[in-house]
């Protein structure tokens, strides 16, 4: 977890909806402007002090949205296809205390105001979607309406304390990332499975996020409300709530407050479930493509270990030189496809003494045969090693190394042959297993004793 303390170094990036988004986002602003429409009534009129508090919240919505951050990059997932941090994922511990308290002093119409303002600064430089300036309009709104509401009932007494109303915000922002993913033009052929996979997969880190913002403005705004009464809310007398009023507005807000839970904890228990078994589904065919891949490592390096100790161990291979000696292992190398070009060297000099094929290139060890030439008079007959590809875009070789030896079994002479992984015709199944893995949605790789990644899809 990393922290900063501004969000000028993001690029200004406000997505704009996709098409359906645009309908989505159209009907989102009608619904702002109907309830704005119908809480006319509940607006006082702005007093000097009022304009004053507001162009104060004004400025620190700007400062508090911009200069107080953490982000959560470390453990939020990014969108496909997309090189960016995730979206949302970052903890302004100061910017919601603006708007909050905007909401309980001046009324919807500064909330909607100082909320709009705020989500467009959240939506331009970190959750890169226009869906947020609606989303924090329409929740400062809400959360306006909840601290001027005066109905009399207990449940609405403490839907009445800025602490309770912050923290109910809380599923709401999540509903609103889970829209502003499947509605959001971050980056071409999204399928709408990726996208609602973002947003749940990132919904804890966004919950404790925007959580750790509420949790402040709304001790924040607690404390305001408790300092000064006379100012906070509405001082309209009590009355009855709709519960109080009619027993069927009771039946049906517990029976629909019921119902919403169990579809939802079905909902969220089968997304659970589903994803649980195509993770291990993909696991195992992950594993499986891996385990196939590895098994004809061992049959590919024994094998060419015994063809090079096969050749190495012809009497011919210590007596004869140039183009005698050529034409024995262009012999071989034409009968078993197994080789790409062989070195013969003088033990203690490291003389080339034959080159197959000829390709006009001296030979150029690489450190590890350097190495294995050294090891090789000492008594080490066969060494294997991985050494670079010719050109960058080729896959890695495999060297072998084998010392030729005399009557006395002295190591004389050292044969070196060189394979390469995408060229070996026992390597083709091990490469197109590791291929295979891209298909998968995955990235599969090979590598050496030395961690090295001699092959990667």
């Known amino acids: 977890m990393d922290f900063l303390f501004t969000l000028f170094a993001s690029i200004a990036f406000p997505a704009p909806p996709t098409l359906a988004g645009w309908i989505v986002w159209l009907s989102l602003l009608g619904l702002l402007a109907y309830v704005l429409f119908r809480l006319r009534e509940t607006q006082t009129r702005w007093t000097r002090r009022d304009w004053g508090l507001f162009i104060l919240f004004l400025i620190l919505t700007f400062i508090g949205s911009l200069f107080i951050l953490r982000p959560f990059s470390a453990s939020a997932r990014p969108l496909p296809s997309l090189p960016a941090n995730a979206p949302g ?21 500064g909330a909607a105001i100082l909320g709009a303002f705020a989500g467009l600064l959240r939506g331009a430089l970190d959750t890169y979607s226009l ?42 922002h999540i509903l609103f990332t889970l829209v502003s993913a499947l509605f959001t033009q971050w980056g071409v052929d999204i399928p709408v499975t990726a996208r609602l996979d973002f947003a749940l997969s990132n919904a804890g880190v966004t919950a404790v996020a925007f959580g750790g913002e509420m949790l402040v403005a709304g001790i924040m705004a607690q404390i305001i409300s408790m300092t000064f009464p006379e100012i906070w809310g509405s001082k309209q007398p009590l009355q009855p709530s709709p519960s109080e009023k009619s027993i069927e507005s009771r039946f049906l807000f517990a029976a629909g407050t019921f119902i919403s839970l169990l579809l939802l904890t079905l909902l969220v228990g ?99 045969e350097i190495m294995g030439l050294i090891l090789a008079p000492n008594g080490v007959l066969t060494q294997i090693y991985s050494i670079p590809p010719v050109a960058p875009n080729e896959s890695a070789r495999i060297s072998f190394m084998v010392g030729i030896v005399d009557a006395s079994n002295q190591i004389r002479r050292v044969l070196v042959g060189r394979t390469t992984l995408e060229t070996n ?14 298909d998968l949605g995955g990235t599969g790789f090979l590598l050496d004793d030395n961690n090295r990644i001699i092959y990667h899809s």
């Open 270 to 368: 089968d997304w659970i479930v589903a994803g649980r078994a195509a993770r291990d589904m993909l696991q195992d065919r992950l594993s499986s493509a891996g385990e196939s891949a590895a098994q004809s490592v061992p049959f590919f390096l024994e094998t060419g270990q015994n063809l090079a100790v096969q050749l190495a161990s012809d009497p011919r291979m210590l007596t004869t030189n140039g183009d005698e000696l050529e034409n024995i292992i262009g012999l071989r190398m034409r009968s078993v496809p197994y080789f790409d070009e062989f070195f013969v060297l003088e033990a203690n000099s490291n003389i080339v003494l034959a080159t197959v094929p000829d390709s006009g290139r001296p030979f150029k060890p690489y450190p590890d």
């Open 89 to 109: 994922s970052a903890l302004m511990v100061f910017s919601a205390i603006p708007w909050l308290l905007g909401a309980g002093l001046l009324g919807p119409m």
């Open 425 to 438: 015709p026992l390597t083709l199944p091990l490469v197109q297993g590791i291929n295979n893995m891209r």
């Open 131 to 172: 869906f947020t300036l609606l989303e924090f309009a329409l929740m400062g709104v809400w959360f306006s309406q909840n601290m001027r509401q005066r109905f009399r009932t207990r449940a609405y007494g403490l839907l009445r304390q800025p602490l309770a109303g912050t923290l109910l915000l809380i599923p709401v």
